[in-house]
């Protein structure tokens, strides 16, 4: 049986030697929590399932991609390591492929070319293509007369989502759910679904968002944004059908170990890798 | 220990270069077949059937001439699929043909691809690949898998109906999970094959 996922996500501002881990407040307010390549080495050595590296200075300030950081991780953590942030090429990819990235997940350039899903799904396997969805819930109110938006129930409400690019500071008027059954049809093999309205906020997932996007899809989602704590994993793993946890604050600032979150899943019947 | 790795344009090979060297190994990336002189191979692979076999057919006899001669093999996800004679996936193209059989489409209810950590069942204790290692989890990326003739069948995984994890015949082996990518059990597994 396929263990569920356990995957710290590490947001890297490259604009330091070596580059520093952050982790944002809703996307602003940067902290500094560590050098990427040590923090994947730790994690590694904890028990993740996977690493994700994200350059979130990339897209903003059009910076290159961390090729370096992507081959100094690479030679030590022996899973998969997935790395995004300001892909807009095949050959952006290519180069972080070449650096040792096992994966790598488009948001903006997806968004600005969908076509590129298809090209690089094509050229290095859809098990390697991961496209990330940054989705904000918007009012109903909006919906009225277009079919092009799909409504889902939630705490507040009927809502929809919108799905954000350039780091969230820009919106498409895209419905996220769309887009992400768009991006399958073209190829991708894993959604990467953050929660903008949670994110940074330690209030847990947006389970009707996940339980949505991972229904409607066959393709693994990774659940991502809110987390605080394993039992909101927990809770993630029980009511939807995503594959995997992507997590950040709660490993950064060692509010947990990747060890003791997976006893409290193991304990509760998830099944996990140990 | 010199290890050649098939270098036939079939995805990302920087990884298995990667685990090698942290084992100690000398990585040789091989893409012609008059300098595959490894004292193993290993061949590497993600994406189609059909692209690939294209692409290897410039390897096939001296593949095939050099797992007679008993040189260790090691095919991983694709690279494993290619060892047999032919897949669903494109009927049309043929095989290495090294072992006896061929590659289905996983005979499951659930989500395909196959995408991530699946517990490994070992049914051949004996085969040098699992030697000092226990059942664990293994990292997979694959929609077919392969149905070998005999008992070639060295362990296996449960995801709806059973995948093939890996296969054995003498010096040829097969792992459909990436063990480059298994942590410390994968290592464990590429050691024991430099140990062959």
């Given at each position: 049986m396929l263990s569920k996922r356990i995957i710290p996500c590490l947001d890297c501002d490259l604009g330091v030697p070596e580059g520093r881990v952050v982790k944002g407040v809703e996307f602003e307010n940067l902290k500094a929590s560590g050098k990427p390549t040590f923090l994947a080495e730790k994690y590694y050595k904890a028990g993740a399932d996977e690493i994700v590296f994200l350059d979130i200075t990339a897209s903003k300030q059009k910076r290159e991609t961390m090729t370096r950081v992507v081959e100094k991780t690479s030679e030590k953590v022996f899973v998969p390591l997935t790395v995004g942030g300001g892909i807009r090429s095949v050959e952006d990819a290519r180069k972080l492929f070449n650096s040792g990235a096992d994966k790598i997940t488009i948001n903006t350039g997806a968004l600005e070319n969908p076509d590129l899903v298809n090209k690089i799904s094509n050229m290095f396997g859809s098990q390697a293509t991961v496209v990330a969805i940054d989705a904000k819930r918007r009012s109903v109110d909006s919906l009225e007369g277009s079919s092009d938006l799909v409504s889902v129930e939630t705490e507040d409400g009927e809502v929809w989502y919108e799905s954000s690019f350039y780091g969230g500071s820009k919106f498409t008027g895209r419905d996220s759910i769309k887009w992400a059954k768009d991006v399958e049809a073209r190829g991708a093999g894993e959604i990467l679904l953050t929660s903008m309205d949670r994110d940074g906020t330690t209030d847990g997932f947006d389970i009707p968002l996940t339980e949505k996007v991972s229904r409607e899809l066959s393709i693994p989602v990774i659940a991502s944004g809110g987390?605080?704590?394993?039992e909101h994993i927990y809770e993630m793993f029980e009511e939807t059908g995503a594959s995997a946890a992507l997590a950040a604050s709660i490993f950064h600032y060692e509010r947990y170990t990747i060890g003791e979150v997976k006893d409290f899943l193991e304990e509760r019947g998830i099944p996990i890798r140990k | 220990m010199e290890v050649s790795i098939l270098d036939y344009g079939m995805g990302n090979i920087k990884s298995i270069i990667n685990a090698l060297e942290y084992l100690d190994a000398r990585p040789e990336v091989v893409d012609d077949p008059g300098d595959l002189d490894g004292e193993r191979i290993i061949i590497p692979g993600v994406g189609a059937f059909g692209d690939a076999m294209k692409r290897l057919e410039f390897f096939r006899d001296k593949v095939r001439e050099l797992g007679e001669s008993g040189v260790p093999i090691l095919g991983i996800c694709l690279g494993l699929q290619v060892l047999f004679e032919s897949s669903e996936e494109c009927p049309t193209a043929e095989g290495l043909g090294i072992l006896g059989g061929r590659v289905v489409r996983v005979d499951t209810e659930l989500d395909l691809p196959h995408i991530g950590w699946n517990s490994l069942e070992i049914l051949r204790r004996d085969s040098p690949l699992f030697k000092g290692v226990q059942n664990g989890y293994v990292y997979y990326a694959n929609s077919y898998h392969a149905e070998p003739e005999g008992d070639l069948k060295t362990a296996l995984s449960e995801y709806g109906g059973e995948i093939t994890a890996s296969v054995q015949e003498g010096n040829i082996f097969g792992t459909q999970f990436h063990p480059e990518k298994s942590g410390e059990l994968g290592l464990k597994i590429l050691e024991n094959f430099l140990e062959v």
């Open positions: 987390c605080g704590n394993p | -």
